[in-house]
């Protein structure tokens, strides 16, 4: 998981994981995050550690990066020691994966299965650009393992793209699922983002109609975020671009959830909707409840039996490092039982499997029991002892994390 650079603990350079950390690994499930930091251009709405060639200066080259990759997680096998523990999700994410050769994710995902093996009905799923792949592309990542797919839609409507930089043509995400079908993929996902500025209802609801007649079997559904720093952040600070607006927001993910409940997707996260449990993402169910994975690539983060650490930002520092032997974890924090009990809070109350109750000081159950009377939590789960969000909780799902953990 690419993030912003934090400070820590100093990583050793062997990238070695202490003790108990190494005797506790295997006993929750543990997958692999490859961050491929390269675009083709930059969208004016990230700021994701990506790079394009014109930003990504010497030392490093789209070219020798699987290499590099492949020498992290032989380290990765290194630091975890001998136990056989197999990999239940891989997930290439970036930037975009798909502007290296298909031969080389393939590589980075051989390099895994030799290193670690892959469970059995293990998921690998890529991230793509629509007009990164064609046919030929997508049936060669499937016949190397890849057995999922996600293209960043975002939207249908090409004045909605141009504002967020998208270079991808409109119905091209579309026609990438039928590729992607045809070739063998068992799961597909569409990505989109609501709340961009110029984007009316009767736009979003375009996009939802498009999504659901291609009918992947996962939607994943954003608000925008404007980040400072963003190019979009610039333009709506000069006033060329009309503001974020919170209530159109929450009109839109309603918009969302009910066409999508319609066509026979379920919410299983806030942001997330699949047609069936088998197609939901294990990769990001394994984030969201608290699992291991270690993360390839520069910026990535990883999460050890309540280890975390993360790698430089750079791709020329990051492959310095390893080139050198040396670990490129750039710093590295040990999570005590009051921060692994808030993050279960903030992440288990976006699922819809909803947050076990216990977890809860007594100040926190108070708030659950004012949201649950203000119609923010269903009523059968609570009596279970259970927090699961309804519809308008999950409009106020942030919130609601700051009342349950206070």
Known sequence: MPSAQLDGDPVPEDGSLPADAVAAFGSEAFGFYVHVPFC?????YCDFNTYTARELG???SQASYAETAIAEIRLARRALGDRYVPVETVFFGGGTPTLLPAADLKAILKAIRDEFGLAAGAEVTTEANPESVDEKYLV????????????????????????????HTAGRPEQCVRWAYDAGFEQVNLDLIYGTPGESDDDWRASLEAVIGAYPDHVSAYSLIVEEGTRLAARIKRGELPDIDDDVHADRYLIADQLLAEAGYRWYEVSNWAVSEDAQCKHNLLYWTGADWWGIGPG?????????????????????????????GHARELLGAADRRFERILLELRLADGLD??????????????????????????????????????????????????
């Open 40 to 44: 083709a251009t930059r969208c004016g």
């Open 58 to 60: 010497g030392g490093a």
């Open 140 to 167: 060669e990542l499937c016949d190397g393992g890849f057995n999922r797919v996600s293209f960043g839609m975002q939207s249908a409507r090409p004045h909605v793209l141009k504002v967020l930089e998208r270079g």
């Open 300 to 328: 990535a983060h990883s999460h050890v039996s309540g280890v975390r650490w993360w790698n430089v930002k750079h791709p020329a520092a990051y492959a310095q490092r390893l080139a050198a032997g040396r670990s490129p």
């Open 357 to 406: 109750l216990a977890l809860l000081s007594e100040k926190g159950r108070a708030a659950a029991g004012r949201a649950l009377a203000e119609k923010f939590l269903e009523p059968l789960p609570f009596a279970d002892g259970h927090a699961v969000l309804t519809l308008q909780g999950r409009l106020l799902a942030d919130a609601l994390v700051r009342d349950f953990t206070d």
